[in-house]
């Protein structure tokens, strides 16, 4: 039996203020930080869980809750590794816009299907992301704006590739990604229908740790609360 850990980042000023966020850069709130030095100490608790790695994206909230989990957790000595590919889903024009306002503009309708939806896609961003952060990534693959599919599709090479590859191992890992690339990755271990996958919630600093028995089959799945 093999252990995998998904765990979306602590309270983020974006989340605190109610607006899309997307790959912009915002660092957790002070609350924020509070829930993911819990989510640590609940990891941590987890008698028969140590990962051989952490992953998480390049994107600030993600990389400081993995290193105030790691602390918590004692898991420091753990190498961390980053992509743009756990990122969180590209919201597109929506960045920056809070999401009351979102609904008032183009209706309740449209902004749950854009928000939950796994292929509508919110309306694109003028041009790509310009950041050194993504200086070696080919810009042909930067988007401008994803539905919740297409997070899927550029993020389950990865985990395939880094992530499976070590689970199939017998490697316990550990994933400090975000709400929508968490949900995208949980559609896939689950094999939720498009209908299903509307009602699913992902909430900041709670743990899901799921057992696999050495073909990747889910045998067991805990939520930390």
């Given at each position: ?43 941590g608790a987890i008698a028969d869980f ?149 009602k699913l919630e992902v909430p900041n ?21």
């Amino acid at each position: 039996m093999v252990k995998l850990a998904l765990l979306r980042h602590g309270e983020s000023q974006a989340n605190a203020a109610n607006v899309y966020t997307g790959w912009n850069d915002v660092p957790l709130t002070d609350k924020g930080r509070e829930q993911a030095r819990a989510a640590g100490e609940k990891l941590g608790a987890i008698a028969d869980f140590f990962p051989s790695l952490i992953h998480t994206s390049v994107l600030s909230r993600a990389i400081e809750t993995a290193n105030i989990a790691a602390e918590a957790a004692g898991f420091l000595a753990v190498p961390i590794n980053k992509t743009w590919r756990l990122n969180e889903r590209h919201y597109g024009a929506l960045r920056g816009l809070n999401k009351d306002v979102s609904r008032k503009i183009f209706g309740k309708e449209q902004v749950l299907e854009w928000r939950r939806g796994f292929d509508a896609v919110p309306p694109a961003q003028g041009s790509p992301t310009i950041d050194r952060r993504y200086r070696l990534v080919d810009p042909r693959l930067l988007p401008r704006a994803e539905s919740l599919h297409q997070t899927q599709l550029r993020l389950l090479p990865y985990y395939e590739d880094e992530v499976a590859s070590r689970l199939r191992q017998g490697q316990d890992q550990l994933i400090v990604a975000h709400g929508s690339s968490l949900r995208a990755l949980i559609k896939y271990l689950e094999k939720i229908n498009n209908v299903e996958i509307l009602k699913l919630e992902v909430p900041n600093a709670q743990a899901i740790v799921y057992t696999f028995d050495q073909d990747l089959n889910i045998v067991d799945k805990i939520i930390t609360d």
